[in-house]
T-cell receptor, first 115, second 113 residues
């Protein structure tokens, strides 16, 4: 299994509080992604990173920010959590091998509940 | 724009039946990659296969096979002699020049004993 760890695995938080989810990899992969998964919507990209300090928005980035200060860690922050951000969050990593996209490996997911 | 369509939301079969999961994609990139992932009830996402746009050969891995046809922009997945353990949600995804994975909404497969 790819070395990718998400923490925490479960979290319940109150509306309006800040929340940070952490993704840690030991594969030295260049690309890291944060997705959310909701019934009826599949996987939606929140933000992704293509290198240290290089990040870009995905399709559902509002209300989220990310940081990547080193290759192995990609943090997702909800500045002020809302109930609509209740979801399962997945981190993924991938790389490029001789110019070709490799497959993405996923963490175990974080179930976040905002009450 | 890139898009992946999995028209089958849910499929239910009886064990030992063959089942095909459809995936149709749209992209203007000439080089791209297609993927299939499995998400069992336990929730993790498991990589199954990657196929690049220059390789239209079908692939077989045990009871799993994949049929890639550029002419119809399809990358279909067939499970032969399905088993209860195959019950899961299956996702098709596309990656082009922008390095992002574009996902279909998934097909939920129930294999009943």
């Amino acid at each position: 299994d790819a070395g990718i760890t998400q923490s925490p695995r479960h979290k319940v938080t109150e509306t309006g509080t800040p929340v940070t989810l952490r993704c840690h990899q030991t594969e030295n992969h260049r690309y890291m992604y944060w997705y959310r998964q909701d019934p009826g919507h599949g996987l939606r990209l929140i933000h992704y990173s293509y290198g240290v300090k290089d990040t870009d928005k995905g399709e559902v980035s509002d209300g989220y920010s990310v940081s990547r200060s080193k290759t192995e860690d990609f943090l997702l922050t909800l500045e002020s959590a809302t109930s609509s951000q209740t979801s399962v969050y997945f981190c993924a990593i991938s790389d490029r091998d001789r110019g070709r996209n490799t497959e993405a490996f996923f963490g175990q997911g974080t179930r976040l509940t905002v009450v | 724009a890139q898009k992946v369509t999995q028209a089958q939301t849910e499929i239910s079969v009886v064990e030992k039946e063959d089942v095909t999961l459809d995936c149709v994609y749209e992209t203007r990139d000439t080089t791209y990659y297609l993927f299939w992932y499995k998400q069992p009830p336990s929730g993790e996402l498991v990589f199954l296969i990657r196929r690049n746009s220059f390789d239209e050969q079908n692939e077989i891995s045990g009871r799993y096979s994949w049929n890639f046809q550029k002419s119809t922009s399809s990358f279909n997945f067939t499970i032969t002699a399905s088993q209860v353990v195959d019950s899961a949600v299956y996702f098709c995804a596309l990656s082009g020049n922008n390095r992002k994975l574009i996902w279909g909404l998934g097909t939920s497969l129930a294999v009943n004993p």
